[in-house]
């Protein structure tokens, strides 16, 4: 994968209301200063979204807290044109990475873990979904120290390697 070529950035989960809206919300706080990358369209979704649906409350307050607001936030179902429209997918969990890869083979050279992306030994970031707001907070800090991790790693150039 050639990092010049990333202008759009999918994350997912599975319902779209808790880790892949806080990792949206969270990755453009940390690129929209950077020259380099505060262009990049960052947008996600959720494997099982049948209506649309805000962000937990755990989840705003959770950032709110950082600054960063996601109220406004609306769940957003996977689809084939965001798959492919998407220049780098990131998932939560393994099961979502083999979701997007069952949805479109084609999609696997692009899609990962946000974990193994950056390299962390372990793949999945658990979900927060019906805890209280300490874990959303945990969660929220766990997904922020992984995408310092992405941002380097677009960065330096060492996509996919």
Same mark, same amino acid.
């Given at each position: 994968?050639?990092?010049? $070529?990333?202008?759009? =950035?999918?994350? =997912?989960?599975?319902?779209?209301?808790?880790?892949?809206?806080?990792?949206?919300?969270?990755?453009?706080? +940390?690129?929209?200063? !950077?020259?380099?990358? %505060?262009?990049?369209?960052?947008?996600?979704?959720?494997?099982?979204?049948?209506?649309?649906? /805000?962000?937990?409350?755990?989840?705003?307050?959770?950032?709110?807290?950082?600054?960063?607001?996601?109220? *406004?936030? /609306?769940?957003?179902?996977?689809?084939?044109?965001?798959?492919?429209?998407?220049?780098?997918?990131?998932?939560?969990?393994?099961?979502?990475?083999?979701?997007? +890869?069952?949805?479109?083979?084609?999609?696997?050279? /692009?899609?990962?873990?946000?974990?193994?992306?950056? %390299?962390? !030994?372990? $793949?999945?970031?658990?979900?927060?979904?019906?805890?209280? $707001?300490?874990?959303?907070?945990?969660?929220?800090?766990?997904?922020?120290?992984?995408?310092?991790?992405?941002?380097?790693? =677009? *960065? &330096?150039? &060492?996509?996919? %390697?």
């Amino acid at each position: 994968m050639d990092d010049t $070529l990333i202008k759009s =950035i999918l994350f =997912i989960c599975t319902g779209n209301t808790c880790r892949s809206s806080m990792a949206e919300g969270l990755f453009k706080k +940390i690129i929209e200063n !950077d020259e380099e990358l %505060k262009n990049i369209e960052i947008l996600s979704a959720g494997t099982n979204v049948f209506f649309e649906t /805000k962000a937990t409350k755990e989840a705003i307050m959770a950032l709110k807290e950082l600054n960063i607001d996601i109220k *406004k936030y /609306k769940a957003t179902p996977i689809s084939v044109d965001l798959i492919n429209n998407s220049d780098l997918i990131l998932t939560m969990t393994y099961s979502h990475k083999l979701r997007v +890869i069952n949805m479109m083979p084609v999609a696997r050279d /692009k899609t990962y873990t946000l974990k193994e992306f950056v %390299k962390d !030994d372990d $793949l999945d970031i658990l979900d927060p979904f019906g805890s209280e $707001l300490e874990q959303y907070k945990r969660c929220a800090a766990e997904i922020y120290n992984n995408l310092i991790k992405l941002k380097e790693v =677009i *960065k &330096t150039g &060492t996509l996919g %390697k």
